[in-house]
C-alpha cells in the first residue's frame, strides 16, 4: 500500500531542471506579460500583439476563476502546497503591461477593460486585486504623454468601470 502511495504522490510531481508552465500558474502569466511587454517595445513598437496578449491573459484568468473551488480536496494531509493568491495572479500579469504601455491610449484601455471583467465576473476572487491595478493604471496613464483627449477618455473609462460615477463628468 506504501508503494502505491508513493508511486501516486510522485506521478503528480513534476521534477525537471526548468520552469514550466504546469508547475508554475504565475511563471505562465509572467512569461506572458513579457511578450505583452516586449511587443510594446520601441524596437518592436506592435500594440496589435499587446492587446492579444491581453485578451489571452484574461481568458485564462477567466478559465482559473470558473474552476476554482473553495473546497480542498486533502488527498496527503502531510504534504502542504501554498496556495496561489488572485492578487498575484494578477499583479503577475497586468502590472508590467499597464506600465511599459503607459503611453498608449490602446493598450491602458484593453488592460482597464480586463481587469473590469474579471472583477464583475469573479468578484469575489479578483474585485480588490482588480480595482487595486486598475487605480495603478489610471496612474501610469496620467504620468504617461497623453493629448488630452487620450487622457480624459481613460480616465472616463476608469471612473465608468470601477467607480460608478457618472460618465459625462470630467474626472
Not at 42 to 69: E, F, H, M, W
Not at 82 to 93: G, M, R, S, V
Not at 110 to 115: C, S
Not at 119 to 124: A, F, T
Amino acid at each position: 500500500q506504501e508503494s502505491s502511495i508513493s508511486t501516486d504522490l510522485l506521478e503528480t510531481l513534476i521534477v525537471s531542471d526548468a520552469r514550466s508552465f504546469a508547475q508554475d500558474p504565475r511563471f505562465c502569466l509572467s512569461v506572458m506579460a513579457e511578450i505583452a511587454c516586449r511587443a510594446l517595445s520601441p524596437a518592436v513598437n506592435d500594440p496589435g500583439t499587446a492587446i492579444d496578449v491581453i485578451g489571452r491573459g484574461v481568458r485564462i484568468l477567466s478559465t482559473y476563476a470558473q474552476n476554482k473551488s473553495d473546497e480542498i480536496e486533502v488527498k496527503y494531509p502531510s504534504v502542504h502546497v501554498a496556495p496561489l493568491q488572485n492578487n498575484d495572479l494578477l499583479e503577475d500579469f497586468f502590472s508590467p503591461v499597464a506600465r511599459d504601455g503607459a503611453s498608449m491610449r490602446e493598450i491602458q484601455i484593453r488592460v482597464l477593460k480586463g481587469l473590469s471583467m474579471l472583477s464583475k465576473g469573479w468578484p469575489g476572487i479578483f474585485a480588490e486585486a482588480a480595482h487595486t491595478l486598475a487605480f495603478e493604471t489610471l496612474e501610469h496613464a496620467t504620468r504617461a504623454d497623453h493629448i488630452d483627449s487620450d487622457r480624459y477618455l481613460i480616465k472616463s473609462i476608469y471612473y465608468n468601470l470601477f467607480s460608478g460615477k457618472d460618465s459625462n463628468k470630467k474626472p
